[in-house]
């Protein structure tokens, strides 16, 4: 077999190799690394808490200016209620959506600039909201 052909078949055995990994390393991602926060591939952080939308609100508004992010604006769109912020170049977007009296889901996204997600941001808020959380208990 001549050397390109070589060349050739060890690019597609190494192709099919590499597919069959991906998958084992985002299982052992998702098995290691399971915390209460959830991620998605684009970015977005989120939580659900066992509290109403007003408590989770009142501890997110803690939380933003216990880290200095300032609020820029809230709007409600149907039930959801929207938070926008800023620090240090990156726009934050907190939605608190409530899905039952005593449950609500909060969505962040931060992004810094344009379409770079700062998906450690967003773990950050939705983390110092469940510490404020916690105190207000």
Known sequence: MSHMAWRGVTGILLAGLMTGCMPLGVTALGVGGSTAVSHTLNGITYRTFTASSGKVKHAALAAL?????????????????ILNATAS???????????????????????????????ATATEIILQTERMMEGSA
């Open 89 to 119: 170049g990156r726009t934050i977007q907190v939605q608190l959506e409530p899905l039952t009296s005593n449950t609500t889901r909060m969505r962040v996204t931060a992004t810094n600039g344009g379409l770079i997600y700062d998906s």
């Open 65 to 81: 200016n216990r880290m200095e992010i300032k609020i820029v604006s809230t709007t409600k769109q149907d039930k959801t209620e």
